[in-house]
């Protein structure tokens, strides 16, 4: 395998054709602006770049970076252009709905997503080394050929990544808890803050607003569409934590409405204790 197309050339796409170009790959590009194919070529993360697909003929291994919106759009326009032993897969944060949807279109097709980036987005926010450590997940299923998931592993596991393999709605779940539901968590709590009826509290507040606060409004405070997608795409996964993390907070309310101090301080101390093994 010599030549990888990338489509989408923002943040992953990019920080994708940069690793790769270093790793040997030649990397042909492909994006809706011809400005980001330009840029993209200025710094080093393709070595060619059009708004054409048909350049996708030349590639080996296509990366389909794009919003999950456009994907099945996306895909149906490549085929003509991709030869038959090519192989497909995304980055997208969502798997069972990518792959209920792209699978069908392409058989050398498995989904993929590596879990890495930024708060920022686009070409000029890509960097080399982004995927070192990070994990990256392949979620195959019956029908996916091995070695297509053989040939993606080769490619990705060389970015330093962290690789796994699991069932597209066991990933969604996960990522539901881990990523999906902080998003959401996050933004209610910005949300809830703004909403404050006193003038006076709120602005003492956000004059005192540090690294607790920073910290748990983090990923809040991030790409509005990106959250659109995380809710629309994986909808049950995420209403099904939203609905135990209710759950938990009454708990915690009825704690303190009774003054149980000890069982918040047993549940605080489980918290305590279990936080570490989330964060390695």
């Known amino acids: 395998m010599k030549t990888?197309?990338?489509?989408?050339?923002?943040?992953?796409?990019?920080?994708?054709?940069?690793?790769l170009r270093a790793l040997g790959y030649r990397v042909i590009g492909v994006s809706r602006k011809q400005q980001t194919c330009q840029r993209a070529m200025e710094r080093g993360a393709v070595d060619t770049a059009t708004t054409q697909l048909a350049v996708l003929q030349q590639a080996d291994l296509v990366f389909l970076c794009t919003p999950l919106g456009v994907m099945a759009e996306t895909v149906r326009e490549m085929r003509p252009h991709l030869q038959e032993d090519t192989v497909l897969t995304d980055v997208g944060s969502v798997k069972g709905w990518v792959v209920q949807t792209i699978a069908p279109l392409w058989p050398n097709f498995v989904g993929g997503h590596p879990m890495a980036g930024t708060a920022e987005s686009g070409i000029e926010s890509a960097q080399r080394r982004l995927f070192v450590g990070a994990p990256y997940v392949l979620t195959p299923i019956e029908t996916t050929p091995s070695a297509v998931v053989d040939q993606v592993e080769q490619v990705v596991r060389p970015l330093g990544t962290q690789l796994y393999c699991c069932q597209p709605e066991i990933h969604d779940q996960a990522v539901a808890w881990i990523s999906h539901l902080p998003v959401m968590v996050s933004s209610s709590l910005i949300h809830a803050c703004l909403g404050e009826a006193s003038t006076a509290v709120l602005s003492l507040a956000k004059q005192l607003a540090s690294s607790g606060f920073r910290d748990t409004s983090r990923v809040g405070g991030g790409n509005p569409e990106l959250g659109v997608m995380m809710a629309r795409y994986n909808q049950d996964a995420l209403l099904e934590t939203l609905r135990c993390y209710r759950q938990s907070l009454e708990q915690l309310e009825q704690l303190i409405q009774q003054g149980a101090w000890d069982q918040l301080e047993q549940e605080l101390l489980e918290t305590q204790q279990g936080r570490p093994e989330f964060i390695k």
């Open 4 to 19: 990888i197309g990338i489509v989408g050339l923002g943040l992953i796409g990019g920080s994708l054709g940069l690793d």
